[in-house]
């Protein structure tokens, strides 16, 4: 089973920025799905990026352009980068790496049927 630790968060101003990272263990198999979701105090949980073995991303549109998902294969990491952060964007955020095939990774709707998640790292943004 695929374990995964994140970190990177913080607390930030409006307009600044923050790279949170993933880092994943214990792959089987040569698919690679991994994606970031964040989660608001009362609210669902939100898919906000994705990768997959090849490289290929999805970005949720609530986010795009200022947020962007990579990987650095040698180290197992995963990276979020977010610019132009906002208050808004204050969530605590998880990674996962569900097996699934990138048709089904980059939909992200899995995201509300994961049963079990890390601890994720908090992101707070002040305006």
């Known amino acids: 089973q695929v374990q995964v630790t994140e970190s990177g968060g913080g607390s930030v101003q409006a307009g600044g920025s923050l790279r949170l990272s993933c880092v994943a263990s214990?792959?089987?198999?040569?698919?690679?799905?991994v994606g970031w979701f964040r989660q608001a105090p009362g609210q669902e949980r939100e898919g906000v990026a994705a990768?997959?073995?090849?490289?290929?991303?999805k970005v949720a549109d609530s986010v795009q352009g200022r947020f962007t998902i990579s990987k650095d294969t040698v180290n197992n990491t995963v990276y979020l980068l977010m610019n132009n952060l906002q208050p808004g964007d204050t969530a605590k955020y998880y990674c996962?790496?569900?097996?699934?095939?990138?048709?089904?990774?980059?939909?992200?709707?899995?995201?509300?049927?994961?049963?079990?998640w890390g601890q994720g790292t908090l992101v707070t943004v002040f305006s």
């Open positions: 214990g792959y089987t198999g040569s698919n690679f799905c």
């Open positions: 990768i997959d073995t090849d490289g290929a991303t």
């Open positions: 996962a790496s569900p097996p699934l095939k990138w048709g089904l990774c980059r939909d992200m709707s899995w995201v509300a049927r994961l049963d079990a």
